[in-house]
């Protein structure tokens, strides 16, 4: 009987380590984050103390950004 607990435990525990695989990210080249976004600025952070920060555009490099746009 103990014999056939260990042989079920064993498959058991090779099928969920099988199946149980971390999730990957591949980080896009340069390139292709610059040609995809729609905007790229140089900006400033500037924190009160909370969990917001308030930013100050420096530069943009490409793109436009509107007033009240949140970056």
Sequence with gaps: ???YINII???FLISVS?????????????????DSSNVIALVE???????RAKT?????YKGQLD???KI
């Design 9 to 11: 435990l064993s498959v």
């Design 45 to 51: 952070y500037r924190s009160n103390g909370d969990f």
């Design 67 to 69: 007033i009240g746009d």
């Design 56 to 60: 100050r555009i420096e530069r943009i």
């Design 1 to 3: 009987m103990r014999h």
């Design 18 to 34: 099988v199946q149980v695989k971390a999730d990957s990210w591949i980080d896009p080249t340069w390139i292709r984050m610059l």
